[in-house]
């Protein structure tokens, strides 16, 4: 088996009494898009920070290439990092920018400028390239940023948050720029961001963190299909989280009572509960259905219509249950226009039972 | 309308108005400078360049810009120096200490001078310094070096504190980082506070009085020369230094500012 390309062992990272990152322990392998994601303050930006060197674990250790890399100062790695403040030095051009990094690693100055000048053309931004940074419009800053770092030929490439300071459009673009760039280098990027749209279009792995714990690492896929806990099903969003206690127990199915009635999902990786425990399990949005007669099977919840947001050719209708909590459901607009959803009285939520994914006790 | 026009008006005869308070001053002086007659009357008399006649032919008044300007050179440069310095460490580091190590650092400008220049003259006597070109400096550095730290702070507050750790995380350990990005971003504070610390130098009379003994610098050979009577000559001298002291600041203030609308 090769060895992964970035290991976490047991890091944890204190600032004073503030425990950034607590006890994270996962692997890296050779050229994965691997997005850490997570609300502000959960630790993923001192968790990108440390990979570069610019802080170091309190606890734990961090090994590359199985190299442990605690006490390499961050000038001698090979991590360059997009910023989310891009950092461009403003007293450079485009094109010196770029070239700074080779600088410092002692390239003569002709092939610095051949390459600096190489790579702003593979950006697109060749033209701009003797241009003062104040001049330039944010991608094509976020472009010279992403030459800046990549002109070294590192097997890693770090970013924080690169495409937060971007307008929507710009945003799908850059996206596409990125992965096309990442598979094409074939180099390892790291993705450090607080938006799930981001990290989903383009990573091959998600981890997620919350207070300086991960909470799941997985495909993007994984992480929206069968969130591991109650923080990444909230995280995730478009989740119908429902709870109550537990009356009945087999081998891999579990029976939650609730305000919202009796349902019975399977367990899957979890442990199974003891009865009279408090648990929960998550209806995605997009798996539940519903009806304006009471459906014969599966899971059904009566409830009323509160309100919908129509985005284009995907409906969110918000529902209100007896006992005053809200559901959503996503259905296809052609699929809502045949129903009569306005005139009815009562709307029953509905979802096959395979589709209840149990997401532990508390 | 009209009584807008009208307080604009009032307002821009008060704004003239403080200009001449200020400048009138220092205006007459220039013209007496090349005025022919001995003491300052109106009507004038004919224009004469007499009295920078005299001004150059003094070798005392040559020694006293000789080290007026060694004095603010080696001030401008070593009060830049420190204040980069503090201002430097002030902006990289976080310490218990530091509202004490601020307060200390900016102290010197709110002592009233006599006193500062009293106790500089004290010190360097016990010290057996006293009466040099070097004592001169050292106070002015003092004096100076405050307005030089204020300044580079000031640019170095408007950097993305993100800049620093890019250069290392491009390669750059702390000193390239430091030549390559910290100085080169402070370039404009840098040659502004060089200038201002310089005029200030130049200008500065009590401390030069108190400790240059024998070595007087241009302000202070300004004062002896009218002691006891009245001569046109300061006129003169007075219109150099203004010159100097407004070359230098004006620069300070273009460097700072076209910086700024650059950055905009």
Same mark, same amino acid.
């Given at each position: 088996?090769?060895?992964?390309?970035?290991?976490?062992?047991?890091?944890?990272?204190?600032?004073?009494?503030?425990?950034?990152?607590?006890?994270?322990?996962?692997?890296?392998?050779?050229?994965?898009?691997?997005?850490?994601?997570?609300?502000?303050?959960?630790?993923?930006?001192?968790?990108?920070?440390?990979?570069?060197?610019?802080?170091?674990?309190?606890?734990?250790?961090?090994?590359?290439?199985?190299?442990?890399?605690?006490?390499?100062?961050?000038?001698?790695?090979?991590?360059?990092?997009?910023?989310?403040?891009?950092?461009?030095?403003?007293?450079?051009?485009?094109?010196?920018?770029?070239?700074?990094?080779?600088?410092?690693?002692?390239?003569?100055?002709?092939?610095?400028?051949?390459?600096?000048?190489?790579?702003?053309?593979?950006?697109?931004?060749?033209?701009?390239?003797?241009?003062?940074?104040?001049?330039?419009?944010?991608?094509?800053?976020?472009?010279?940023?992403?030459?800046?770092?990549?002109?070294?030929?590192?097997?890693?490439?770090?970013?924080?948050?690169?495409?937060?300071?971007?307008?929507?459009?710009?945003?799908?673009?850059?996206?596409?720029?990125?992965?096309?760039?990442?598979?094409?280098?074939?180099?390892?990027?790291?993705?450090?961001?607080?938006?799930?749209?981001?990290?989903?279009?383009?990573?091959?792995?998600?981890?997620?963190?919350?207070?300086?714990?991960?909470?799941?690492?997985?495909?993007?896929?994984?992480?929206?299909?069968?969130?591991?806990?109650?923080?990444?099903?909230?995280?995730?969003?478009?989740?119908?989280?429902?709870?109550?206690?537990?009356?009945?127990?087999?081998?891999?199915?579990?029976?939650?009572?609730?305000?919202?009635?009796?349902?019975?999902?399977?367990?899957?990786?979890?442990?199974?509960?003891?009865?009279?425990?408090?648990?929960?399990?998550?209806?995605?949005?997009?798996?539940?259905?519903?009806?304006?007669?009471?459906?014969?099977?599966?899971?059904?919840?009566?409830?009323?219509?509160?309100?919908?947001?129509?985005?284009?050719?995907?409906?969110?209708?918000?529902?209100?249950?007896?006992?005053?909590?809200?559901?959503?459901?996503?259905?296809?607009?052609?699929?809502?226009?045949?129903?009569?959803?306005?005139?009815?009285?009562?709307?029953?939520?509905?979802?096959?039972?395979?589709?209840?994914?149990?997401?532990?006790?508390? | 309308?009209?009584?807008?026009?009208?307080?604009?008006?009032?307002?821009?005869?008060y704004l003239a108005l403080v200009f001449v308070f200020i400048f009138a001053p220092i205006l007459f002086s220039v013209i007496f400078s090349f005025n022919s007659d001995r003491f300052p009357t109106i009507p004038l008399g004919n224009f004469t360049l007499k009295w920078y006649q005299t001004v150059w032919n003094d070798p005392?008044?040559?020694? !006293?810009?000789?080290?007026? *300007?060694?004095? +603010?050179?080696?001030?401008?440069? &070593?009060?830049? @120096?420190?204040?980069?310095? $503090? =201002?430097?460490?002030?902006?990289?580091?976080?310490?218990?200490?530091?509202?004490?190590?601020?307060?200390?650092?900016?102290?010197?400008?709110?002592?009233?001078?006599?006193?500062?220049?009293?106790?500089?003259? !004290?010190?360097?006597?016990? *010290?057996?310094? +006293?009466?040099?070109?070097?004592? &001169?400096?050292? @106070?002015?550095?003092?004096? $100076? =070096?405050?307005?030089?730290?204020?300044?580079?702070?000031?640019?170095?507050?408007?950097?993305?504190?993100?800049?620093?750790?890019?250069?290392?995380?491009?390669?750059?350990?702390?000193?390239?980082?430091?030549?390559?990005?910290?100085?080169?971003?402070c370039k404009p504070a840098i040659i502004s506070s060089f200038c201002l610390t310089a005029a200030v130098s130049f200008d500065e009379f009590a401390i030069s009085w108190f400790v240059s003994g024998l070595n007087k610098t241009i302000p202070v050979i300004i004062l002896e020369i009218v002691t006891g009577n009245i001569d046109?000559?300061?006129?003169?001298?007075?219109?150099?230094?203004?010159?100097?002291?407004?070359?230098?600041?004006?620069?300070?203030?273009?460097?700072?500012?076209?910086?700024?609308?650059?950055?905009?």
């Amino acid at each position: 088996m090769v060895a992964p390309l970035v290991e976490f062992r047991s890091v944890v990272k204190r600032f004073d009494d503030f425990v950034a990152v607590e006890d994270v322990n996962f692997t890296i392998d050779a050229g994965e898009f691997v997005a850490i994601m997570g609300p502000s303050g959960c630790g993923k930006t001192t968790t990108l920070r440390m990979l570069a060197g610019l802080e170091a674990p309190s606890e734990g250790e961090i090994l590359m290439d199985g190299r442990v890399m605690n006490d390499v100062p961050a000038h001698e790695r090979d991590t360059p990092l997009v910023w989310q403040s891009l950092a461009l030095f403003p007293f450079l051009t485009a094109r010196e920018n770029v070239e700074f990094g080779l600088q410092m690693r002692g390239v003569g100055a002709a092939e610095c400028r051949r390459r600096a000048l190489e790579w702003l053309d593979r950006m697109e931004i060749l033209e701009f390239a003797d241009r003062d940074i104040s001049s330039l419009s944010g991608g094509q800053k976020q472009r010279v940023a992403l030459a800046r770092s990549l002109v070294i030929e590192p097997r890693i490439l770090l970013l924080d948050e690169p495409l937060s300071a971007l307008d929507a459009n710009l945003v799908i673009r850059m996206q596409s720029v990125l992965t096309r760039l990442q598979r094409e280098l074939g180099i390892t990027f790291v993705y450090v961001t607080h938006s799930q749209s981001e990290a989903f279009a383009m990573a091959d792995r998600v981890v997620i963190m919350s207070r300086g714990h991960i909470s799941q690492i997985g495909s993007p896929k994984d992480i929206y299909r069968a969130p591991a806990n109650r923080f990444v099903a909230e995280f995730v969003g478009r989740n119908n989280i429902i709870s109550g206690t537990v009356t009945k127990t087999t081998a891999k199915t579990v029976t939650i009572e609730g305000s919202l009635g009796s349902f019975t999902v399977q367990t899957g990786r979890h442990d199974a509960p003891r009865k009279g425990d408090l648990a929960r399990f998550v209806v995605a949005a997009d798996l539940a259905q519903v009806a304006v007669k009471q459906p014969k099977s599966g899971s059904v919840i009566p409830c009323t219509l509160i309100s919908e947001e129509f985005i284009g050719s995907v409906v969110t209708l918000f529902l209100e249950a007896a006992d005053g909590s809200e559901l959503k459901v996503q259905l296809q607009e052609r699929e809502l226009s045949k129903m009569d959803l306005k005139s009815a009285t009562t709307i029953y939520l509905n979802w096959a039972d395979e589709h209840g994914h149990y997401i532990g006790v508390d | 309308m009209t009584d807008n026009r009208t307080l604009r008006w009032l307002l821009f005869g008060y704004l003239a108005l403080v200009f001449v308070f200020i400048f009138a001053p220092i205006l007459f002086s220039v013209i007496f400078s090349f005025n022919s007659d001995r003491f300052p009357t109106i009507p004038l008399g004919n224009f004469t360049l007499k009295w920078y006649q005299t001004v150059w032919n003094d070798p005392d008044v040559w020694e !006293a810009a000789r080290t007026s *300007l060694t004095v +603010s050179l080696s001030t401008a440069t &070593i009060a830049t @120096a420190l204040g980069f310095a $503090t =201002a430097y460490t002030d902006y990289r580091y976080s310490f218990r200490l530091k509202p004490i190590y601020l307060g200390l650092i900016l102290l010197p400008p709110t002592i009233p001078l006599i006193i500062m220049a009293l106790a500089m003259l !004290a010190w360097f006597a016990k *010290l057996g310094i +006293s009466g040099q070109v070097m004592s &001169i400096i050292i @106070a002015h550095s003092v004096l $100076t =070096a405050p307005f030089a730290m204020a300044i580079i702070r000031l640019r170095l507050s408007q950097m993305d504190p993100s800049l620093e750790a890019a250069a290392w995380n491009l390669g750059a350990n702390e000193w390239s980082a430091m030549r390559r990005v910290i100085v080169p971003f402070c370039k404009p504070a840098i040659i502004s506070s060089f200038c201002l610390t310089a005029a200030v130098s130049f200008d500065e009379f009590a401390i030069s009085w108190f400790v240059s003994g024998l070595n007087k610098t241009i302000p202070v050979i300004i004062l002896e020369i009218v002691t006891g009577n009245i001569d046109p000559q300061v006129n003169a001298i007075g219109s150099f230094v203004f010159l100097v002291s407004m070359t230098l600041v004006i620069i300070a203030q273009v460097v700072l500012m076209t910086r700024r609308k650059k950055e905009n």
